[in-house]
């Protein structure tokens, strides 16, 4: 199920990161995820009931992809 918030809502949140972005609905693999997810760090902060929970223990990252030159 998509995010359902308000477009106003949407233009005054910002995302916890010292960067502050913007918050976008989804993910970057999933746009109808359950998820706000900053253009800046890219973390993704669940929405749960209809409220963001923008906590920084909270969130995830999608668009994090193992180290091909880790060892």
């Not at 693999?29 to 409220?51: E, K, N, Q």
């Amino acid at each position: 199920m998509a995010v359902q918030l308000d477009g106003r809502l949407l233009e005054i949140l910002a995302c916890p990161c010292p960067d502050h972005g913007a918050l976008v609905a989804g993910t970057g693999t999933d746009p109808g995820a359950d998820y706000l997810t900053c253009s800046v760090c890219h973390r993704s902060y669940p929405v749960t009931d209809g409220i963001p929970v923008l906590l920084l223990d909270e969130a995830v990252r999608f668009d994090t992809d193992p180290d091909p030159t880790a060892g």
